[in-house]
């Protein structure tokens, strides 16, 4: 690359002498270097640094107030991925000077007195090295974009995917659609207070409607019967448990893993005697275990073409006895303290009035 190509570079040049900056000054212009900063007081670099940004910088080390070293220390706390390279000054050629000046962040050494075709190489060599590094970093910054924007599309079409999924499975349930709003938002309560992060309440929140997903293969006959089933029906009916968990298989988002986790496990019951595997205690992954709760409180207090709906008082009653049988007792508990958090979603997704 030409001297011509850098000139607009700006370079940082930092020594007491006022002699030897005029000097450097002379051989840079001289060469068509334009942008320079010129600095006597090193106490100022880090200031000056932060405004200007620069490409490079020659540096002195035997200074008044501050020495070559300390500025180094200065500027590497900055913790700027663009330092440019830090050229030292020096009139000392003794190796343990050397060898600290490196080890405190120099790139390159210039002899005192200059010589000025070395000074000129130095320089253009090292300008070109940090517009590489400048090149690759902001390139890198572009591709970091890149992948996070593609990122957050992916996430966003899971989403949408998902939720499309569970409104498909309510045009097949006599549950209504609010039974998935309050069914899911009562899951992330729960899981809020167990302590799980924001990200996991988000994805219980996103992955719980679609827990009975598998219910869309499951006869009109069976679906939309009033009676209660005939045994025979009741196994058809059990099996939306596996055809969820099949429907929601094969993608290893942690979104669409929860969701089958849930779709599949949110019959089992803690004493062993739930569908479709008989998983009892802790076998059973936790978020079924929280979607089981959610999703018997709010079926309880909801109107099915079968029943009507149970007072809050009685389905907390049923929720109590059936705390170490159908439920996790310790999530039991924790629903119980949350009760007021709960009944407040249920009014807040209610039922239109008919
Ligand atoms: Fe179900
Ligand atoms: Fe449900």
């Known amino acids: ?79 700027d991925p663009l330092l440019p390279p830090i050229v030292i000054l020096t009139a000392q050629h003794s190796k343990d000077y050397l060898l600290r000046a490196l080890a405190g962040g ?27 590094h400048r090149l690759v970093h902001s390139q890198k910054v572009v591709l970091e974009k890149m992948v996070r924007a593609r990122t957050e599309e992916l996430r966003r079409t899971r989403l949408q995917v998902v939720q499309r999924l569970g409104m498909a499975a309510e045009y097949r349930d006599e549950e209504t659609g609010n039974h998935i709003l309050r069914m899911s938002h009562i899951c992330a309560l729960i899981a809020r207070a167990i302590g799980w992060s924001e990200e996991g309440c988000d994805l219980i929140l996103n992955a719980s409607p679609m827990h009975d997903i598998g219910k869309i293969s499951i006869p009109d006959a069976i ?3 009033p009676e209660k089933f005939e045994p025979h029906e009741w196994e058809i009916m059990k099996t939306h448990a596996v055809i969820g968990g099949k429907l929601l298989d094969g993608d290893d988002s942690d979104l669409m893993r929860m969701a ?3 779709a599949l496990t949110h019959h089992e019951k803690w004493d062993g005697s739930g569908y479709p595997n008989g998983l009892a205690g802790e076998a059973i992954p936790l978020a079924g275990r929280i979607a089981a709760l959610a999703d018997v409180f709010d079926a309880l207090t909801s109107v099915r073409p079968y029943k009507q709906a149970w007072t809050v008082e009685a ?34 997704f209610a039922e239109p009035a008919m």
């Open 1 to 79: 690359m030409s001297t011509e190509a850098l000139r607009g570079e700006c370079i940082l040049v930092v020594d007491d002498e006022p002699t030897n900056l005029k000097l450097l000054d002379r051989m840079l212009r001289g060469q068509g270097y334009q942008n320079l900063v010129l600095v006597e007081d090193p106490r100022k670099v880090v200031d000056l640094y932060r405004t200007i940004h620069p490409d490079l910088i020659l540096l002195d080390i035997n200074m008044p107030h501050l020495d070559g070293y300390q500025v180094m220390e200065q500027l590497k706390a900055l913790n």
């Open 223 to 225: 679906m939309l019967k």
């Open 106 to 132: 120099a790139r390159d050494f210039i002899g005192k007195p200059f010589d000025r075709n070395e000074l000129l190489m130095r320089v253009r060599n090292l300008l070109d090295a940090q517009l590489a």
């Open 260 to 262: 089958r986790e849930i």
């Open 315 to 348: 389905a907390v009653n049923m929720i109590k006895e059936n705390s170490d049988k159908h439920f996790d007792p310790q999530l039991v508990e924790v629903f119980l303290r949350e009760l007021p958090g709960i009944v407040a979603i249920r009014e807040r």
